[in-house]
């Protein structure tokens, strides 16, 4: 009889070879995936399968949408380099798994995931990131020229402005630390071997971006000796040791967030533009470009608003509008303390407010028993814009709460003060002119309204777990 032939020939094959052969099955996705860890401010953390080529703004957004949080388009992901105390904002278009492959093997880095307010606000507000004695031109400018402009000129490739200043430089291989002129330009950065002077004949080189990447320092005074706490430093991108940095050090906070600023624009350009203008075009396929974005309630979208006659109208007048957040004020003050029980029934007044005095705990902006010293880490960690905040225990009255909060790229300290009237408590910022049963209450009319305050209340922070 004839030999029937094999109608499975694909399995009758060498023991050295596959199988099952790939033809039997669909093509497969070409992309390779990876595991990440992702860590939280509380330190807790969440493993992620990745594919390679993955953004870090694609993480941000798959975070968002694993824990159910409000997109503004400030979560940010941190690269996170301990044994040598350095950060780093992953910009929103680099690869995630490019960054890890310039990890060594040894190292405890850690990846971040946090808001940032402060990572496209010099889009917004320019002024506040580009003083003028720290900006200059290398060609003559007619008329004085705003801060939009200089930001126009960092995406410009024909012009460029210069930015210079004195740094504190860490001597290579040595403690020691140099007060030194510097000068950033497109092509690098530069120190001048005289004084101020910027002739090319007395400028050296110092460091270039495209190779490099930008850290702030986080423990400068502790881990390298620096003079004052607004370090930051060049490293290398492929793995290096401490010798590799390039530490520099500013007298202030403003004078480091420009210099830093001012490098990623030249590194980065419009592409960190686009990124500010088109946050969801991501590369890989977990960008969520389906979801539309969401508008976040700015300061300037918030209007007063009288709802006493037939129609509700815009109080366009700003005395009237003046007036009327004085009123407001003084009809919560007027609010009684009586709320519901546990069981739906009124409770006793001694009771509902002693209830009002704790209520504020369950909420994200309150911080329970730390320190300034953390409250201001916190805020600096976050962004420091304007209306940025926090509240937390005081340290020096135990009776007492403090506003933490920023204005103006500094930190600002209110003290929130309880009043009795009447046998009833409230919270008071000034001095009992306008009062509150809690702090809820307190919160939400500064964040509608100035006050005595320097700006409304606007980003809360808050220590978020995966």
């Not at 990846?111 to 990572?119: E, P, S, V």
């Not at 004085?144 to 024909?158: A, H, N, V, Y």
């Amino acid at each position: 009889m004839p030999s029937i032939p094999n109608p499975f020939p694909e399995l009758c094959c060498s023991p050295f070879t596959s199988v099952l052969s790939a033809g039997l099955f669909p093509k497969a996705n070409s992309r390779k995936k990876q595991v990440i860890k992702v860590y939280s401010e509380d330190e807790t953390s969440r493993a992620l399968e990745v594919p390679s080529d993955i953004t870090a703004r694609d993480v941000c957004q798959l975070l968002i949408l694993k824990n159910h949080y409000i997109d503004d388009h400030s979560w940010t992901l941190f690269e996170h380099l301990p044994h040598i105390g350095l950060e780093r904002t992953i910009e929103d278009h680099e690869l995630v798994i490019e960054v890890l492959s310039n990890w060594g093997m040894e190292e405890e880095n850690k990846l971040y995931f946090r808001k940032n307010y402060a990572k496209y606000e010099f889009f917004k507000n320019p002024m506040y990131f580009f003083p003028e004695h720290m900006v200059s031109f290398a060609t003559e400018t007619n008329g004085e020229i705003s801060p939009t402009q200089i930001l126009q000129m960092f995406l410009s490739s024909s012009t460029y402005p210069e930015i210079h200043g004195f740094l504190h430089a860490k001597e290579q291989g040595k403690k020691s630390w140099k007060k030194i002129y510097f000068l950033l330009r497109r092509s690098g950065l530069y120190f001048s071997t005289k004084g101020t002077s910027k002739e090319p004949r007395h400028l050296q080189f110092f460091s270039e971006f495209g190779n490099s990447d930008i850290y702030v320092s986080l423990a400068g005074k502790k881990k390298h000796g620096a003079p004052t706490n607004y370090g930051f430093c060049f490293k290398p991108n492929k793995a290096g040791g401490p010798r590799d940095l390039k530490m520099l050090c500013a007298e202030e906070e403003q004078s480091r967030t420009c210099w830093v600023t001012a490098i990623r624009l030249f590194k980065y350009g419009m592409q960190l533009y686009q990124n500010y203008m088109h946050p969801y075009q991501g590369r890989s396929g977990c960008s969520s470009q389906s979801i539309s974005p969401m508008r976040s309630i700015s300061e300037n979208s918030l209007v007063a608003m009288d709802f006493s006659g037939q129609k509700s109208r815009v109080i366009e007048n700003p005395t009237e509008a003046l007036s009327v957040a004085v009123e407001e004020g003084l009809a919560w003050r007027k609010k009684g303390c009586l709320r519901l029980g546990t069981h739906g029934s009124p409770t006793a007044s001694s009771q509902s407010c002693a209830t009002n005095m704790a209520i504020h705990r369950s909420q994200p902006w309150f911080h329970h028993k730390i320190s300034r010293e953390e409250a201001q880490r916190l805020i600096i960690q976050q962004g420091l814009v304007d209306g940025v905040f926090l509240v937390r225990d005081s340290q020096s009255n135990p009776k007492t709460f403090v506003l933490s909060m920023s204005h103006g790229q500094k930190i600002k300290h209110f003290q929130i003060i309880p009043v009795e009237d009447d046998g009833e408590m409230f919270h008071t910022l000034d001095d009992g002119h306008t009062r509150f049963t809690d702090l809820i209450q307190l919160v939400e009319f500064y964040q509608l309204n100035k006050g005595v305050l320097p700006c409304k209340l606007k980003h809360y922070c808050a220590r978020i777990a995966l």
